[in-house]
């Protein structure tokens, strides 16, 4: 969504703002930004700008939480499955599939609803398909993210 100067960056951070909730980003998702330096280092400062005006704060997946792993795992199952034609599985982001361990974690920890951005359909629907598998997907919602956010700057 670019940084602060960004349209859609500044739609996001208004929505956000008016809204009672915690924008976390797992600890795993902002160092796969950060391995390359020339390539990542404006998406590290947005995050980092993100954190600094308190809208934004990092998170860590804890294996440790019953059934985060299982989660993980049939959120990588089934992207792979819906994926098959498009990408091979060394191409499927490890930190992808981190996403849905990460959001059944908080809701394992009391969160009444939580919300999972992705930047693809696909991704979209193997987290909510992952999610429903342990029974919670009614408490999780996944949003592709840039439809997301075309509707707040329209």
């Known amino acids: 969504m670019g940084g602060p100067s960004n349209e859609k960056y500044q ?6 703002r008016k809204q009672p909730i ?6 795993s ?17 947005c995050l980092r700008g993100a954190q600094d005006s308190g809208w ?15 989660v993980v795992d049939k959120r990588r199952a089934r992207m792979e499955v819906l994926s098959a ?6 191409e499927i982001e490890e930190t992808d599939t981190i996403l849905a361990g990460f959001a059944y974690q908080y809701v394992a920890e009391g969160a009444s609803h939580v919300s999972v951005f992705v930047s693809d359909q696909i991704a979209e629907r193997a987290i909510r398909d992952a999610l429903s598998a342990v029974g919670i997907g009614d408490r999780v919602s ?13």
Do not use: K, M, W
């Open 11 to 16: 739609a996001f951070e208004r929505f956000v």
């Open 22 to 27: 915690t924008v976390t980003v797992p600890e």
């Open 29 to 45: 998702v902002a160092e796969e930004l950060g391995e390359s330096l020339g390539g990542y280092e404006y998406q590290r400062d």
């Open 56 to 70: 934004l704060e990092p998170g860590h997946i804890d294996f440790s939480v019953p059934r985060v792993p299982e």
């Open 85 to 90: 034609d498009d990408v091979t599985e060394d």
């Open 142 to 154: 996944a949003v592709e993210g840039r439809n997301f956010l075309h509707e707040l700057i329209d």
